[in-house]
């Protein structure tokens, strides 16, 4: 196996990186890239010695990582950030030829938003180091003893992050940057569909000057490696961004520790569009649900609209919809790019053939695209009932369905009868009816009139089936660091006084 191989003109090391050093693997697996299928390389394929080696290393480095001062932590995720900036091009491109998505979206978008979640959690660190904001003097039955509590935020250990392929290098950083701020070690896990930008991360994070040992990197198929990572006695803390099967898999597994768990999953979030609202913007917001090929957890799925303007709501969608180029996502003209393999190719075409016998009508869409890949037309589903497949269950495709509402309640009750509660969108021109249908919905994000627009400092998540815990900010720190309260009596008294 060679250790380094060549995409699109940039090299990417295959082997893990343990410890500060690039480690081999007795076997590989091959990395494919959607675009035409074609492998691109053969990939270090990590089991348990890995694991343990990549655990090992963090556990080894976090005592001195942990003791880094703030100030020195949050130089070095800014110096994390500049690398990731000089190389975005490099890291667009290897990302685009590894799971399909869009270049220029990576080029514009992503890739300088990774850089971002390294800035962003540099400073918001420096920010928390506010002694006003830690300390308050005991209340209570303790009022007057002048008694202080002093809150602290400990790091709690080597933090496994494990992540899918359809954002990987936005997602692990999503993770990568809040650990090391908080002061963890990390061991990185991507998916085995798209594990390449994070083997640059490595790069990148050693180039900055990043301690050897404080992030890792393995390599390798799900249970074959992620078992050991996450019944792993010394991993402190797992954050998953996956699916709902492998979620359950991997809180099995951390019950043998009872280590502390962030999952982000999947969902199958309403679009919901009132007769108030702006058409123009509400056709905008439908056909951007197709956006990397439908493969966004976030993705508002379903859409529901109100009976009155159903007919003009779905003319206008067609149109709009129909103008989308599908292809080649490294052409600055498509709009929706492969699915990540032929493997989810199949599940998607299974659940829409699935729902067309059921009685659904394609309104467009409704089969695969022969541009010369793992393509999917983009489909939107009418006549769908609620309790179907096609309604309850995640496509992650660009696969829509439309179903009409008569009034609010109906909307909310259609809106809320999944198992999942990721997101929700709403086009309504009416700001009291938006007030009144956000407090009805189970979600973890909601936006009205727009979508996709997420700050790094609020709580991001999911509520049912999408997830467990929030991150994000505050939400980030608390989750991947020990909170400590200590409280100190004044002096001249005893604890009992
Ligand atoms: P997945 O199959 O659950 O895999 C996610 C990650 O878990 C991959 O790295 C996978 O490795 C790994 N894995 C699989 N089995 C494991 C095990 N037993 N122990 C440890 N790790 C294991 O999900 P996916 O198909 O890659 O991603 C799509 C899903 O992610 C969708 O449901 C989507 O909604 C969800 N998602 C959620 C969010 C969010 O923020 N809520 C964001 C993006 C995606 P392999 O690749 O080797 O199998
Ligand atoms: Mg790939």
């Known amino acids: 196996m060679s250790d380094r191989i060549v995409v699109a003109g940039v090299g990417v090391d295959t082997r893990h990186w343990i410890g500060g050093e690039r480690v081999a693997s007795v076997t590989t697996f091959t990395d494919t890239s959607p675009i035409d299928g074609r492998a691109l390389g053969e990939i270090a394929r990590g089991g348990p010695a890995e694991a343990s080696a990549a655990v090992a290393a963090a556990k080894a480095a976090f005592p001195a990582w942990a003791a880094t001062s703030r100030t020195e932590r949050a130089r070095l995720l800014h110096a994390i950030a500049d690398g990731v900036e000089k190389r975005i091009e490099e890291l667009a491109v290897v990302e685009t030829n590894d799971n399909g998505a869009l270049l220029r979206s990576h080029r514009r978008g992503v890739m300088p938003r990774v850089a971002h979640n390294f800035r962003f959690f540099a400073d918001w660190l420096l920010k928390l180091d506010h002694e006003d904001f830690d300390t308050f003097p005991s209340g209570g039955s303790a009022a007057g003893r002048g008694h202080t509590n002093h809150v602290s935020w400990d790091p ?23 650990a090391l701020a908080a002061g963890n070690t990390v061991v990185l896990k991507p998916a085995e569909w798209s594990p390449l930008t994070a083997s640059l991360l490595a790069d990148i ?75 123009d913007l509400a056709v905008d917001l439908a056909v951007e649900q197709y956006d990397n090929a439908g493969q966004v957890c976030l993705a508002a799925t379903r859409i529901l609209v109100e009976e009155s303007i159903a ?40 659940f829409v053939q699935r729902a067309l016998a059921a009685g659904a009508r394609a309104v467009i869409g409704g089969q695969r695209t022969d541009v010369g890949g793992q393509y999917y037309a983009p489909t939107l589903l009418t006549d769908v009932a609620q309790d179907s497949e096609i309604v309850q269950e995640e496509v992650f495709g660009p696969v829509l369905t439309l179903q009409t509402f008569a009034d609010e309640d109906e909307a909310v009750r259609l809106a809320n009868d999944t198992r999942f509660g990721l997101a929700a969108t709403l086009a309504t021109g009416d700001p009291e009816r938006a007030e009144r249908v956000t407090a009805r919905l189970v979600a973890g994000t909601i936006w009205v009139n727009c979508f996709f627009v997420r700050d790094l400092q609020a709580p991001f998540g999911g509520s049912r089936l999408s997830g467990v815990g929030r991150e994000g900010g505050t939400w980030s720190f608390d989750f991947y660091c020990d909170v400590k309260n200590t409280v100190t009596a004044p002096n001249g008294w005893n604890n009992h006084g």
């Not at 979620?247 to 979030?269: D, V, W």
């Open 311 to 350: 007919d003009e709501f779905t003319r206008r969608f067609i149109d709009k919809a129909i103008q989308l180029t599908q292809g080649d996502p490294r052409d600055e003209a498509t709009d929706l790019g492969p699915n990540i393999h032929p493997r989810q190719l199949e599940k998607i075409d299974g």
């Open 205 to 279: 994070a050693a180039e900055a000057g990043l301690p050897a040992g404080v992030l890792n990197v393995v390599q390798g198929y799900g249970s074959e490696i992620g078992d050991a990572l996450t019944s792993h006695p010394d991993v402190r803390r797992i954050s998953f961004t996956g699916s709902v099967p492998t979620a359950r898999h991997i809180a099995a597994s951390a019950a043998a520790n009872l280590t502390p768990l962030s999952l982000e999953l999947g969902g199958k979030s309403p679009l919901l569009v009132f007769a108030d609202a702006d058409l």
């Open 156 to 178: 709690a250990g080597p933090s496994v992050l494990i992540t899918p392929w359809n954002a990987p290098l936005m997602l692990a950083t999503w993770k990568v940057a809040p």
